[in-house]
């Protein structure tokens, strides 16, 4: 019985050594004395697009934009209001990280700077209505009972054209970092049995999303964002300098208010667009 036990200790001791040299690079980034500047490049205009369900040909449905006049939302949508909340989102979150945090009024500042330098372009940038099938199913008494709804949703998508900036190269590498952040109707319900009468019926909530709820996924996917181009370079840095002794090093997450780093079970953050 001793051996397993022993077997277990030895792998514990392994995952706290491959997870301390990560922690010590993560620390090393917040606490450096010379932060990372970062610039954001606001966009120079953002998509609209309406995708409206076609129950007769629902494969189709996001080959070909409707018209926005027929949207619930974005016929209303003052998009010069919904750009201004993201991008002002965005900047101030990030500055609550230990990062300079600049934009293209300051390029000279920025460029004279020392230290590590970044600038995230916001190449492009929609916001997507569309609307989401809702099938709920129950077996009663070798019935299925099935209902359905279509759900009202507006996602706000960002591509980010990344570049560091660096005196020593001729021409900077540039990454593509995608992210989407999204709203919903939401429907919360049940089949209901009804033995005196001897019918089914569906009972449900709805949670019905408005205008106001668009803009306020604008300022969430604006913080969002912050948060990702933060752990993006750090978890960056700590690919580059971490040597952990099992597999690659762990996803740390930096909490702002805090100022605690912690290691993350799961990998949220930016997709990485490979380019053609």
């Known amino acids: 019985m001793r051996r397993p036990l022993l077997y277990i200790f030895f792998l514990w001791v392994l995952l706290l050594a491959s997870c301390a040299p990560g922690k010590r690079a993560a620390r090393s980034f917040v606490a450096q004395p010379d932060p990372i500047a970062v610039m954001i490049v606001p966009p120079s205009f953002s998509y609209q697009y309406f995708y409206p369900f076609d129950a007769q040909n629902p494969g189709a449905q996001f080959d070909e934009p409707g018209a926005t006049e027929e949207s619930f939302f974005l016929k209303d949508l003052d998009l010069e209001r919904a750009d201004e909340i993201f991008f002002s989102s965005l900047i101030n979150t990030l500055r609550r990280y230990p990062v300079r945090v600049y934009t293209p009024e300051n390029f000279d500042v920025f460029l004279g700077l020392s230290g590590e330098r970044y600038i995230f372009t916001i190449a492009q940038t929609e916001i997507k209505e569309y609307e989401e099938p809702f099938v709920e199913r129950a077996l009663i008494d070798t019935i299925v009972y099935r209902q359905a709804f279509l759900l009202n949703q507006v996602a706000r998508n960002t591509w980010f054209e990344m570049v560091k900036v660096d005196d020593h190269a001729a021409e900077p590498s540039m990454q593509v970092l995608f992210s989407n952040f999204f709203t919903s109707d939401i429907v919360e319900g ?53 040597r952990p002794l099992l597999g690659r090093p762990a996803h740390f997450r930096y909490d702002p208010r805090s100022g605690q780093i912690t290691r993350s079970r799961t990998r949220d953050g930016f997709l990485v667009l490979d380019q053609e």
């Open 190 to 242: 049940r089949f209901r049995y009804r033995p005196f009468i001897g019918d089914v019926i569906y009972e449900y909530t709805a949670d019905v999303l408005d205008l106001n709820d668009v803009y306020n996924l604008q300022r969430q996917a604006g913080q969002m964002n912050a948060r990702y181009i933060f752990e993006f370079l750090l978890n960056s840095h700590v690919q580059q300098h971490a």
